[in-house]
């Protein structure tokens, strides 16, 4: 099969979907493989280290996407990729449909296929989505605790405190590999973290981390009680494939001390503060209330040698499985990952967008 490796086109996304390791274990599987030039080069990775494994490096998106049959990149396709996407692609990326309804009515006007990496479901776990999920659950903490400072519009207060000053506290929302991984950085930094969860297991791995670390049931009131004196409010609350629910409002954002944070690593499927909207590492934070919002789509973008390394380790099995051939279809958790196909919406969490 021929398999294309696109230029990621989102604001500063510096990820490639497979580094050269991989392409060229596609390679030796007979496949041909195509990258666009450039595509690997913040990820550390030249056109050379690909070239000398056997992929095809090609000038621009447009031959890209005349060479390849297979798409494989990173995050869902925008204006320009759109335009080069034709009914025969199968598309395999980060699509995140149920917050982009404009996407949606784009790609079904395509007719392609396209299966989204979040929806790969094995048992239960998203192995594709998982990576990404702890690279974000850290970041979060990180820029969370960098726009605490006061230069940064923050309240200046440093969040593990120390000797004679109180720690800092960070309420987190959703234990999954996002806000576990949020909650273990904030707790080893020394704030005091509060995590909530519906799951008494997730619950349970939280508490273990630490005596400053408090699980609690992810009751209403309890969230809103819990958010008032936060410092930082960490978003990582998932359905898979669908849109996230609202779970901290805009009267729970008035209640909040001017100069804390919010983080909501869940924007990428429509953000689970009702004050979130979308925002690029070009322009990553904005002001609600007196509270800094940090909602970039793309948080693990920023680290790409991590994270195009831990996203080609992961995706590389069931590409194997899509270039052999229309057997995919026998394999589960790649028929159940279809969004997409024939002009149709096929995945049930995203029934009623088209």
């Not at 850290?138 to 940064?152: E, F, M, S, V």
């Not at 297991?201 to 009131?221: C, I, Q």
């Not at 901290?248 to 909040?256: F, H, N, P, Y």
């Not at 499927?269 to 990553?284: D, L, M």
């Amino acid at each position: 099969m021929r398999i294309g490796i696109p230029s990621e086109t989102k604001t500063l996304e510096g990820r490639v979907a497979l580094i050269p390791a991989a392409a060229a274990d596609l390679v030796r599987r007979g496949h041909e493989v195509f990258i666009q030039s450039g595509a690997g080069s913040k990820s550390g990775y030249s056109d050379a280290d690909y070239s000398l494994l056997g992929v095809n490096v090609v000038p621009d998106a447009a031959a890209l996407y005349e060479k390849g049959e297979l798409i494989v990149k990173v995050k869902e396709p925008i204006e320009g990729d759109l335009k080069l996407l034709k009914k025969h692609h199968l598309l395999f990326c980060y699509l995140h449909l149920a917050a982009e309804p404009a996407l949606t009515k784009s790609l079904l006007d395509i007719g392609l296929t396209g299966i989204a990496f979040e929806s790969v479901d094995e048992n239960g776990v998203l192995p594709l989505l998982l990576p990404m999920s702890v690279i974000a659950g850290r970041i979060a903490t990180q820029i969370g605790t960098t726009l605490l400072h006061q230069p940064n519009g923050g309240k200046g207060k440093l969040l593990g405190g120390m000797a004679s000053t109180p720690r800092g506290k960070v309420v987190v929302l959703g234990a999954g590999a996002a806000g576990g991984n949020a909650a273990a950085l904030a707790a080893s930094a020394g704030a005091n973290v509060v995590v909530f969860d519906k799951r008494q297991d997730r619950l349970a791995e939280m508490m273990a981390m630490g005596p400053n670390v408090t699980a609690l049931y992810a009751y209403e009131s309890s969230v809103a009680e819990e958010v008032r004196n936060a410092d930082i409010v960490v978003g990582a609350v998932l359905i898979p494939s669908a849109k996230a629910p609202r779970v901290v409002t805009e009267a729970m954002v008035k209640t909040m001390e001017k100069g804390s944070v919010l983080v909501d690593i869940s924007i990428d499927q429509g953000g689970c503060f009702e004050t979130s909207k979308p925002t690029t590492w070009k322009a990553p934070t904005y002001d609600v209330h007196g509270v800094t919002h940090f909602c970039v789509t793309n948080m693990p973008g920023a680290v790409p040698q991590t994270s195009s390394t831990a996203i080609s380790a992961a995706i590389l099995p069931y590409v194997q499985r899509l270039a052999a051939g229309n057997e995919w279809r026998d394999h589960a958790a790649l028929a159940g990952g279809i969004n997409i196909e024939g002009g149709k919406v096929v995945h049930p969490a995203l029934q009623g967008m088209a």
